[in-house]
T-cell receptor
Framework: DSGVTQTPKHLITATGQRVTLRCSPR?????VYWYQQSLDQGLQFLIQ???????AKGNILERFSAQQFPDLHSELNLSSLELGDSALYFC???????????????FGPGTRLTVT | AQKITQTQPGMFVQEKEAVTLDCTYD???????LFWYKQPSSGEMIFLIY??????QNATEGRYSLNFQKARKSANLVISASQLGDSAMYFC????????????FGTGTRLKVLA
């Protein structure tokens, strides 16, 4: 158990809908990362937050957005869902200092999103 | 272009033997980090080992070592004394810092350890 929790474990929804994925980092970790893993595109880094602020941005679509709250949990919002958004979405956390990016990330179990 | 290449889609190794998983990278950044992750069939991602671009010594973590050859832009993972529990998907990844931090993953190598 990495100490990172993600809810829900599974999510099935229809095209055009909006969903929210939730992540609670390990106790003491300030950075949260979001990744998407699909058969088509492999593992893709989406976005990183550090202590409530966006720190790094990867291949995140404009239809997707994320935020990190004062209690350090994070949410990834996916809207106008398409079939191609079906994937496993991972959240990871690390201590992640602002000027010294911690290298060890602890991954949650993932949320399996199926868009029908 | 910033890229990670893993050329071995699948590999077999006999239990107790060593195995090398290949990873080459491409970046123009001077400062970068290289990672290896393991993904068992259960799906979770497990951090294995990290090498910074300025680290002079190869990283080691237990049975895992990273064979870092900067001039060749390779960062191969060596697993010594393979165990059945090492059967999994292995991903090489790179953190680059041009502009902003970004993480790039390879396509992975599926390792099967044979009894």
């Amino acid at each position: 158990d990495s100490g990172v929790t993600q809810t829900p474990k599974h999510l099935i929804t229809a095209t055009g809908q909006r969903v929210t994925l939730r992540c609670s980092p390990r106790s003491g970790d300030l950075s949260v990362y979001w990744y998407q893993q699909s058969l088509d595109q492999g593992l893709q880094f989406l976005i990183q937050y550090y202590n409530g602020e966006e720190r790094a941005k990867g291949n995140i679509l404009e239809r997707f957005s994320a935020q990190q709250f004062p209690d350090l949990h994070s949410e990834l919002n996916l809207s106008s869902l398409e079939l191609g958004d079906s994937a496993l979405y991972f959240c990871a956390s690390s201590v992640g200092g602002l000027n010294a990016d911690s290298y060890e990330q602890y991954f949650g179990p993932g949320t399996r999103l199926t868009v029908t | 272009a910033q890229k990670i290449t893993q050329t071995q889609p699948g590999m077999f190794v006999q239990e107790k033997e060593a195995v090398t998983l290949d990873c080459t990278y491409d970046t123009s950044d001077q400062s970068y980090g290289l990672f290896w992750y393991k993904q068992p069939s259960s799906g979770e991602m497990i951090f294995l080992i990290y090498q910074g671009s300025y680290d002079e010594q190869n990283a080691t973590e237990g049975r895992y070592s990273l064979n870092f050859q900067k001039a060749r832009k390779s960062a191969n993972l060596v697993i010594s004394a393979s165990q059945l529990g090492d059967s999994a998907m292995y991903f090489c990844a790179m953190r680059v810092t041009s502009g902003t931090y970004k993480y790039i993953f390879g396509t992975g190598t599926r390792l099967k350890v044979l009894a």
